[in-house]
């Protein structure tokens, strides 16, 4: 699995991470799958609703609402939701125990480490269906 | 009467690659018996090992989550649509976790 984005959404997630630092930001891909690859059309940029905002320096929560009215985006455009990305604050771009816990097979999720509020680490990842890792994919911007 | 249920695409690996499955249920959890009746290997997704609903699983009636309605026995309207809807969570702190580098 290959996770496409523009460079246009790159800078997007870039300011959406850097601007909520020192807190966790996240957000939806929306696009399409072709071969294998998951090319992003569209991005929803979203706050994270973590309910203790103590705990968002490293916890992030995207409500099925959400999810939910992405899912209805997608589904009038003909695209579907391809997967999520989060930050990680001064941790590295890696799936913690607790990404592992809360995840889903299937999606593609970005994690971007943000050091010193800037974004310095950008790795996509799968969950193996047996629930056991995270593989880690390729990320590719594209003009 | 018929009761359209809206897969999310990480469940359709089980469903045969049904987006939408319409089962026999007139109530949330008749159509979840029949869904899972029909496709047992999503029971595990969908519920703990307590037989509830997951946390991170959620169904939706049209805007509405049946949390809070009447949970497993709200009655279902003609013509709505139940969605599964998975909320997002996760967060950093790697501690212990293992993964794999692709090759
Ligand atoms: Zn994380």
């Not at chain 1, 072709?34 to 929560?61: K, M, S, Y």
């Not at chain 1, 809360?102 to 999606?107: E, I």
């Not at chain 2, 003609?78 to 969605?83: F, I, Y």
Request: proline share 6%; aromatic share 8%; hydrophobic share 40%.
């Amino acid at each position: 699995m290959i996770l496409r984005l523009r460079q246009a959404h790159q800078d997007q997630i870039r300011a959406h991470v850097e601007g909520g630092y020192p807190a966790e930001a996240c957000g939806i891909f929306l696009g399409r799958e072709v071969d294998g690859v998951r090319i992003v059309e569209r991005l929803r940029l979203v706050d994270n609703r973590w309910a203790d905002p103590e705990e968002q320096t490293h916890r992030f929560l995207i409500p099925p609402e959400e999810v939910l009215a992405a899912e209805r985006e997608a589904v009038a455009e003909g695209m579907e939701i391809l997967g999520f990305f989060h930050s990680h604050p001064d941790h590295p771009a890696r799936p913690s125990n607790f990404d592992r816990e809360h995840a889903w097979p299937w999606y593609a999720y970005l994690i971007v480490s943000v050091e010193n509020g800037r974004a310095t680490d950008w790795r996509v990842w799968e969950l193996r269906e047996d629930r056991s890792a995270f593989i880690e994919r390729t990320l590719e911007v594209v003009p | 009467m018929a009761v359209q249920i809206l897969i999310p695409t990480p469940l359709r690996v089980y469903t045969r690659g049904e987006k939408v499955v319409t089962v026999e249920a007139g109530t949330v959890g008749e159509a979840l018996r029949a869904l899972t009746e029909r496709f047992p290997e999503l029971r595990r997704h969908l519920f703990n090992e307590e037989g509830r609903l997951r946390s991170f699983v959620n169904l939706y009636l049209g805007d509405e989550d049946v949390r809070y309605l009447q949970g497993e026995e709200t009655p279902i309207p003609d013509g709505q649509t139940l969605s599964i809807v998975p909320s997002i969570a996760g967060g950093g702190r790697w501690s212990s976790g293992r993964w794999i580098t692709r090759r």
